[in-house]
C-alpha cells in the first residue's frame, strides 16, 4: 500500500512538471528554461533499466533530473541517485543536475555522495514545506472572491495541497483546485473520481 502512495505522488508531481514546465521549475528555484522533455527510461551501461522521475534538457544545454520524494530523501537513497544522474549525463552527453523534490522542512544537514578521492554528487534539495503554504492560501482566497487569475506559483501549490499530508480532505481539495484553475482544465470529473479513490 505504501508503494502505491508514493506512485500517486509521483504521477501527480510527473503531471504537474510536464504542464507547468518553466514554471515549474522556477518554483523549485531553477531559472534556465526547458529546452526539450526527454525520456525518463534509461538503460545502464550492463543493460538494467531506470526509470527517472523528470528530466529535461535545458537552455544552457545541462539536463535537469528531479526525484520527487515523500516524505524527504533519505542518505540511503543517494547511491540510486547518483546512479540516475551518471546514467542520464552519459546517455545525453551533457552535464546534469540532480534535484531531490522533498515535503518535509529542512531537518539535518544536506549529504553528499563521495566518488573516489576528488569527486563528490551534490544534488540540489527542495523543501516543499518550506514555501509558506498558509500565506499563498490566504493570497488565493481573496484572489478567488475578486474573481482574478492565480498566479502559475499559486495553481501549483493548490494542485500540491492534496499531496501534502497535513491536508486530510483531498477530495474537496481536489473539488477546489478544479473550479479554480478554469484556465488549465486539468482537473475534470473523471479525473476528480480517479484521484478519490
Not at 542520464?88 to 522542512?105: E, G, M, P, S, W
Not at 554528487?121 to 474573481?147: G, M, W
Amino acid at each position: 500500500m505504501e508503494r502505491e502512495i508514493h506512485d500517486i505522488y509521483d504521477v501527480i508531481l510527473k503531471i504537474i512538471a510536464t504542464v507547468y514546465k518553466n514554471d515549474f521549475l522556477r518554483y523549485i528555484g531553477i531559472e534556465h528554461e526547458i529546452k526539450k522533455i526527454l525520456n525518463v527510461e534509461l538503460t545502464t551501461l550492463i543493460g538494467r533499466k531506470l526509470y527517472l522521475d523528470f528530466l529535461c534538457l535545458l537552455e544552457n544545454d545541462t539536463l535537469c533530473h528531479i526525484e520527487f520524494q515523500f516524505r524527504k530523501a533519505n542518505p540511503d537513497d543517494l547511491d540510486r541517485f547518483f546512479n540516475y544522474n551518471i546514467t542520464a549525463q552519459v546517455r545525453y552527453q551533457k552535464l546534469t543536475d540532480t534535484i531531490l523534490f522533498n515535503f518535509t522542512f529542512k531537518k539535518s544537514e544536506e549529504k553528499t555522495r563521495r566518488i573516489g578521492k576528488s569527486k563528490s554528487f551534490h544534488p540540489k534539495y527542495f523543501y516543499l514545506e518550506e514555501k509558506d503554504i498558509e500565506k499563498t492560501i490566504q493570497k488565493i482566497n481573496i484572489k478567488s472572491k475578486l474573481k482574478s487569475e492565480l498566479t502559475s506559483d499559486e495553481e501549483i501549490t493548490l494542485m500540491l495541497l492534496c499531496l501534502i499530508p497535513e491536508w486530510k480532505n483531498k477530495a474537496e481539495t481536489l473539488k477546489k483546485i478544479s473550479k479554480l484553475l478554469k484556465n488549465k482544465n486539468l482537473f475534470d470529473e473523471t479525473n476528480l473520481n480517479t484521484f478519490k479513490q
